[in-house]
């Protein structure tokens, strides 16, 4: 087979029957070209897949092509198994991926059934191909330094350090995040070339020979107030120790590195990248035993930061429940993110929100930016974004933005953009949309859901229930993704994508899917007892049970 190209489609001319699969089918080729290793399908995390096989792809490219409106496509992990004929208002393509039986959601479970090509994991949002590159979780990011240096250092990050790893899918975000908050940020990263991609992408300032010199760059920026990334390649399970050892404390510590997987992700200290990958296949039980060994000196020494003082947060790669398992017994004295810092935001259903310019014209993007900024004038949050990012953040792939925003806003952009598209003030039609770490669409007890007030951490009802009620409002996709590899058995969530193509047809998905989206989201944290989830409840008039006390 000849090497595949993994390209962007843009302009106005379809290869499909319809907006609606002309959409899905450029959201996919835009995951695979913006994605880790695009040419074994996987988009992040070292195993999160765009779909199961080529073959399975390729059909599914086929179907995507030649489908009616009418028509259903149910992909099962990352496999086309059929076409149903439904109707004119029912989704283009639903998907579950991943999804095992509880007492069977194991990790040697999941790997045997990869091995007889029976599973994939989607990741969260690489499956349904909802990836958009490094930005797709920078604004979260973002939002947690924002959060800190609101509470712990007077509203700013200037001249603070923070101390991090992994520069992959998930943590490339990082450096940019922190440079926009205007901190020095170290990260460490065990493979150089995501260092190089990094920086060719903007993403990252420079790279540092050694640790000593890295500290100097950082030093001398934090002095003239000046915000810096800088990436050095080594391992964080021997850079944090030394840090340590040395009596120095960053402002904020935290880590990236993929530690949710000790065979396909995380790799120990001692083993180069392709020494870990020989491992995989002749000796796995060691290179798990390896990682979760350097994953606990890795954790032990970021609880000795917390104990001097720093701000260190799990950034919900399982880095704790890993360390727990290899017997740090307080690993979980470290908070998780989404408790610690944004959990009154997802009361408020105010999270991850996307849209991706399928015609590939930043114009499209600037377009919407443009009227973000004069109609969310009075959000002062949402317009320091869209200024930020207009200013810091290269596109990858497809033309994309995210920003985090709430029930009703994410209604009203959809409609504006979905009028803008008919009126050709955009060169052509818009995808929406969002994070699955969203406030009804994932139950993760150890990052999500973590801590609820009600003890409802486990429940994995509420993203069920969210791929349902999406499905029933009209969505082009919808998909419910569960754990695999390393995150086997630890969560389930739920995914969706709408395409404003200018018609009325899709203004009414648009209006219907986006708010029971978000209204489901106040209403998970209305149940478990939040006063802002209640409060947003009462005053976006919701029909939630929880305002009178449980029905």
Avoid at 137 to 144: D, K, N
Wanted: proline share 3%.
């Amino acid at each position: 087979m000849s090497a595949r190209k993994f390209e962007v489609t843009g302009g106005t001319q379809l290869r499909c029957k319809g907006w609606r699969q002309e959409g899905l089918l450029r959201l996919l080729e835009n995951v695979l070209a913006v994605g880790e290793d695009p040419s074994n399908l996987v988009v992040y995390a070292a195993l999160g897949k765009a779909a199961r096989d080529w073959s399975a792809h390729d059909r599914i490219v086929q179907v995507l092509r030649t489908m009616d409106e009418c028509d259903t496509l149910v992909v099962q992990s990352g496999k086309p198994i059929g076409l149903l004929r439904t109707h004119a208002e029912a989704p283009i393509v639903i998907m579950a991926n991943c999804n095992l039986v509880g007492q069977w959601a194991r990790a040697e479970n999941f790997y045997e059934l990869e091995k007889k090509n029976l599973i994939c994991w989607g990741g969260l949002t690489a499956g349904d191909w909802q990836y958009i590159g490094s930005q797709g979780v920078i604004q979260g990011t973002y939002e947690i330094f924002a959060r800190i240096a609101e509470r712990h250092f007077g509203g700013t990050m200037s001249g603070r350090l923070i101390l991090t790893a992994g520069l992959g899918g998930m943590g490339g975000a990082q450096p940019l995040a922190a440079r926009m908050a205007g901190a020095a940020i170290l990260c460490v990263e065990v493979d150089d070339a995501r260092i190089t991609r990094r920086l060719d992408s903007g993403y990252l300032d420079a790279r540092a020979p050694d640790l000593d010199a890295a500290l100097r760059m950082l030093d001398e920026a934090r002095a003239a107030g000046r915000a810096l990334s800088v990436g050095l390649c080594a391992n964080a399970a021997d850079v944090y120790p030394l840090i340590v050892s040395r009596g120095i404390v960053p402002d904020v510590v935290t880590d990236q590195t993929s530690a949710h997987d000790l065979l396909y992700g995380y790799v120990p200290s001692g083993f180069s990248v392709e020494e870990a990958r020989r491992l995989r296949t002749s000796d796995p039980h060691r290179l798990i035993a390896e990682s979760t060994a350097s994953i606990v000196r890795h954790v032990e020494a970021m609880l000795a930061f917390q104990k001097a003082g720093a701000v260190v947060f799990d950034n919900g790669n399982l880095i704790r429940t890993q360390a727990k398992n290899g017997g740090v017994a307080n690993a979980f004295d470290i908070p998780i993110f989404t408790e610690a810092f944004l959990r009154p935001l997802f009361c408020r259903a105010i999270g991850p929100f996307r849209w991706i310019a399928l015609s590939n014209d930043p114009g499209d993007i600037a377009r919407i930016d443009d009227f973000l900024l004069e109609r969310f004038a009075a959000n002062r949050s949402l317009s320091n974004w869209i200024r930020l990012a207009r200013e810091h953040i290269r596109f990858e792939g497809l033309p994309a933005r995210i920003a985090w925003m709430g029930h009703g806003e994410r209604t009203e952009l959809a409609l504006a953009v979905n009028r803008m598209v008919a009126e050709r003030v955009l060169s052509g039609p818009v995808a929406f949309t969002r994070d699955h770490l969203d406030a009804g669409a994932m139950a993760h007890p150890n990052i999500m859901t973590e801590n609820l007030r009600d003890g409802s951490d486990a429940i994995a009802d509420w993203p069920l229930l969210n791929a349902m009620i999406n499905c029933s409002s009209q969505a082009d996709l919808v998909a419910i993704h569960s754990g695999g590899g390393g995150y086997s058995g630890y969560m389930t969530s739920a995914g969706v994508t709408l395409v404003a193509d200018g018609t009325s047809q899709a203004e009414r998905r648009l209006r219907l899917t986006l708010d029971n989206d978000t209204s489901l989201g106040v209403m998970r944290y209305a149940d478990a007892g939040y006063e802002d989830a209640l409060d947003e409840a009462s005053n976006k008039g919701l029909r939630s049970f929880s305002l009178q006390g449980g029905a």
